[in-house]
C-alpha cells in the first residue's frame, strides 16, 4: 500500500502539472500556429510596394524581390511548426537554388511578442538561417493580407501572388507551388470556399463571421476551450465575494455555499486543463495533440521574457492557490469562521484575486495585440 506521504506527493504533482497548464492555455490563439490550409485570394494581384530592414540592419524593401520567383515566410522564433517549416525550406534550398527561386523569411516577433525580439536575435546568431531574415513591420499586415504563422507567400516573377500556404504544410506541397512559381508543372489546386473545415479547428475564419446565427450552433470541440475557461474564473470570483461577506457576518449556511463554489471552480478546472492542453499541440506536428502541448508548454514554462509564459505562471500560481484553499476549508470546517482564522482565509482569497487579475491582465495583452 502507498504511504500517505508518497501520495501526498503524487497529488501535489499532479497539481503542479495541471496548475501550470490551466489558466495559462486561456490565450485566444493569437500566438497560436495557423491551421493548415491553401488560400487563393491574392492570386494574379502584384506585389506592394514596402520598405523594412534586415536582422542584422541592413535596408530591404519591395524592390529586393523584383524579377525572380521568391517564397517569403513568416515565423516566429518560439513557434515549434514554425521551426520544422524553416528545416524543410533548408532541406529544399539546393534544389530552390537551381531553379532560381529565392527565400525570404520574415520574423514575426516584432508584432506579435515584442519581448521575445532579443532572444530571437541571440537564436538566429547561434543558428544562422541560409536566407534574409527581415523584420516584420505593421505595414506588412496590409501588404500580404497577414493573419498569422507561419504563413508561406509564393510571389513570381512578374511580381504578382501566386498560391499562399497557412499553417504547417509538408515539404511535397512547398515544393509543388515552388516549381509553379518557377515555371514548372501544373498550377496547385485550391481548395473551394465550401470545402470542409480542417479537423484541428475553425479554419482560418470562423463560420459566423458574416452569419451570426451560426454562433447558436455548437461548433468543433476545439472551441469549446475560450467557452470552458470562463466557468473557473466566473466561480472563483463569486467565491471571493462570499468569503468577503462571511468577513463581515459569519453564516455557516454562507460558508458552506462558498466552500460549494470552490469546489466546483476547482473542479471545472480540469475540462479547462484538458482541452486547453489539446488547442495547444492541434498544429504542433503530427504526434498526439495532448502531448505535444503538454511538452510545449512545460519546456518554456520560466521563459520570462515572455508574456505567454508568464501568463502560464500567473494561471499556475492562481490553481495552486484555488486547490490549497479547498483543502484548508475542508480540513479547518466550521473553524474556518473563527477567529483569525476568517481573517487569514479571506486574506489568501483575495490574493488569489489578485493573482487572477495579472494573469488576466497578461493575457488579454497577448490576445488583443
Known amino acids: ?9 503524487r497529488r ?56 525572380k520567383p521568391v517564397i517569403v515566410n513568416f515565423f516566429a522564433s518560439w513557434c515549434p511548426v514554425c521551426s520544422m517549416e524553416l528545416k524543410d525550406l533548408q532541406t529544399l534550398q539546393p534544389d530552390l537554388r537551381q531553379h532560381g527561386v529565392s527565400v525570404i523569411e520574415v520574423l514575426v516577433d516584432p508584432v506579435e511578442t515584442p519581448d521575445t525580439v532579443d532572444e530571437a536575435r541571440e537564436q538566429l546568431a547561434r543558428n544562422p538561417l541560409p536566407f534574409p531574415v527581415v523584420m516584420m513591420m505593421p505595414a506588412l499586415r496590409d501588404v500580404f493580407a497577414y493573419e498569422g504563422f507561419p504563413a508561406t507567400y509564393f510571389v513570381k516573377a512578374d511580381g504578382t501572388f501566386s498560391t499562399t500556404l497557412f499553417g504547417y504544410q509538408p515539404i511535397e506541397q512547398l515544393r509543388q507551388v515552388a516549381w509553379e512559381i518557377a515555371g514548372e508543372g ?44 470562463h466557468f473557473p ?17 459569519p453564516s455557516e449556511r454562507l460558508a458552506q455555499f462558498s466552500t460549494w463554489l470552490l469546489g466546483a471552480a476547482v473542479a471545472s478546472l480540469v475540462p479547462t ?20 502541448g503538454l511538452h510545449d508548454r512545460l519546456t518554456h514554462l520560466f521563459r520570462l521574457e515572455s508574456s505567454v509564459s508568464l501568463h502560464v505562471l500567473f494561471g499556475l500560481a492562481l490553481t495552486l492557490i484555488a486547490v490549497g484553499r479547498l483543502g484548508w ?25 489578485w493573482v487572477l487579475f495579472g494573469g488576466g491582465q497578461v493575457g488579454g495583452g497577448i490576445s488583443h495585440r
Open 233 to 249: 474564473i466566473a466561480l472563483l470570483v463569486l467565491e471571493a465575494a462570499f468569503v468577503c461577506a462571511l468577513l463581515v457576518r
Open 12 to 67: 501535489w504533482q499532479v497539481v503542479l502539472v495541471a496548475g501550470t497548464i490551466a489558466i495559462g492555455l486561456t490565450v485566444d490563439g493569437t500566438d497560436a500556429a495557423l491551421i493548415p490550409s491553401i488560400s487563393g485570394e491574392l492570386r494574379g494581384r502584384p506585389l506592394p510596394g514596402f520598405e523594412s530592414h534586415t536582422l542584422d540592419g541592413q535596408p530591404f524593401s519591395s524592390r529586393d524581390l523584383v524579377g
Open 1 to 9: 500500500m502507498m504511504a500517505k506521504s508518497d501520495m501526498r506527493s
Open 186 to 229: 501544373a498550377e496547385t489546386t485550391i481548395a473551394p470556399p465550401s470545402s470542409p473545415v480542417p479537423s484541428g479547428g475553425v479554419g482560418r475564419h470562423p463560420p459566423w463571421e458574416k452569419r451570426p446565427l451560426l454562433a447558436l450552433v455548437p461548433a468543433p470541440w476545439a472551441q469549446w476551450h475560450p467557452l470552458l475557461v
Open 273 to 292: 486543463i484538458l482541452t486547453g492542453i489539446r488547442d495547444a499541440g492541434a498544429d504542433l506536428g503530427p504526434d498526439s495533440p495532448f502531448w505535444n
Open 329 to 353: 476549508r475542508l480540513r479547518a470546517s466550521d473553524r474556518i469562521l473563527r477567529g483569525g482564522q476568517r481573517m487569514a482565509f479571506t486574506l489568501v482569497t483575495l490574493l488569489g484575486l
